[in-house]
């Protein structure tokens, strides 16, 4: 399906971080009608409607319009990731034309939000709950240790994440923390759970976003007001639901697959990326990330961020918004990630990558439960 569909609209609700006075169904209408406002296109265009969290069914009645596809899964942060990969497979086979994805999360204030609850007869509930695992912070960081027993990562590596993280951040208006920060910085920190420091935690904030695909051939014919970005690549997999049940701690074989399929699909490789987003819950994802995608090899990714390889005016930009330790993170982060590649492909980011042609998203759901990746690009990647 390389290249058989492209992003046509793009836009996040009108601010993010703390957003008090909106519900998250208002989050996703509002994200909705920025996208299509961003598009061009009109409202009842749209005949598929893809959600994570909030229904699609609820998100299209609130917006007045039936679509005859609809999409609700919804496997963590990388749920909406795994929404682009099927309305380019739905499109692609004809079950619909204009395919809106759409993200609203009140996760800091909690306006609207599901009461949070624990299955005590999940797999998770009988064999980490018990043991005290009992959020984010004590479930994702289990393998880091494993990983900086087995490949020497330092403290002053981890840290180093969140410092270039933060050197994107002060470059765009809309991050909620963007003053400069120092691995000095990140380790007097308070101690979450060791070996995360609060700056090596994501932020907890408000906000949403929403996309507009359609097929290429569509989109080609449309006098739109922004450049498409084009779906050059899709991947997505499934390892544990647990954490405690990977593989192996020091890599995701989630990231490992669903990269692998997208760059095939794409018929490129990380030589040919020019831009990277990867979700950054925490601070480890990034290097678990940038070794089970290629890019570097396995037990280097610490030594390669802290050196300046992902930071501004580096070979390998990486989470140009500020990611979700410094712009935002509403606890369903993957959409954020989409945004900030088509915000570069299109040549209007806070930060940009001068001559940016292919961005590849990497995002995670759950404690490295699952994954997506899309491979995207503009017109001169597509036509390459």
């Known amino acids: 399906m390389r290249a058989q569909v492209a992003i046509v609209g793009a836009a996040e609700t009108d601010t993010v971080g703390i957003i008090p006075d909106k519900s998250e169904l208002e989050l996703h209408t509002e994200a909705a009608r920025n996208a299509l406002d961003d598009a061009g296109i009109d409202i009842h265009a ?24 609809i999409d609700f899964t919804s496997v963590g942060g990388c749920s909406f990731l795994l929404h682009v990969r099927h309305a380019a497979a739905a499109i692609a086979q004809g079950l619909c034309e204009v395919v809106l994805v759409s993200h609203g999360q009140s996760g800091r204030s909690r306006v609207g939000a599901s009461q949070r609850s624990r299955d005590r007869s999940s797999p998770q509930g009988q064999f980490e709950a018990p043991y005290g695992v009992t959020g984010p912070p004590t479930m994702f960081p289990i393998g880091v240790l494993r990983y900086m027993h087995r490949y020497g990562l330092t403290h002053e590596q981890l840290a180093s994440v969140a410092v270039v993280q933060r050197q994107w951040a002060a470059r765009n208006p809309r991050a909620m923390m963007r003053d400069l920060i120092t691995v000095e910085d990140v380790l007097a920190s308070p101690l979450i759970a060791y070996p995360m420091h609060l700056f090596e935690c994501c932020l907890v904030t408000d906000g949403g976003g929403a996309l507009v695909i359609t097929s290429a051939e569509r989109a080609r014919a449309m006098d739109l007001p922004k450049q498409p970005v084009y779906v050059l690549g899709t991947g997505e997999a499934a390892e544990a639901p647990m954490v405690s049940m990977m593989a192996d701690f020091t890599s995701s074989k989630a990231f490992v697959v669903a990269s692998r399929r997208a760059f095939e699909e794409a018929r490129l490789g990380p030589a040919d990326v020019d ?6 819950a925490f601070a480890h994802l990034p290097i678990y990330g940038l070794e089970d995608m290629g890019f570097v090899p396995r037990g280097e990714a610490g030594g390669f961020i802290a050196e300046g390889n992902t930071a501004p005016g580096a070979r390998l930009p990486m989470n140009t918004n500020g990611g979700g330790l410094s712009y935002t993170h509403t606890g369903m982060y993957g959409m954020f990630l989409v945004q900030e590649s088509v915000r570069q492909l299109r040549g209007e980011a806070a930060a940009q990558v001068a001559g940016a042609e292919v961005s590849v998203a ?5 404690m490295f439960m699952s994954a997506g990746t899309l491979v995207l690009g503009n017109e001169a990647a597509a036509g390459s």
């Open 275 to 280: 831009h990277l987003m990867i979700y950054d």
């Open 46 to 69: 749209v005949d598929g409607v893809a959600a994570a969290g909030q229904s699609p069914i609820t998100v299209a009645h609130s917006l007045g319009i039936t679509p005859s596809y």
């Open 362 to 366: 990497l995002g995670v759901g759950g």
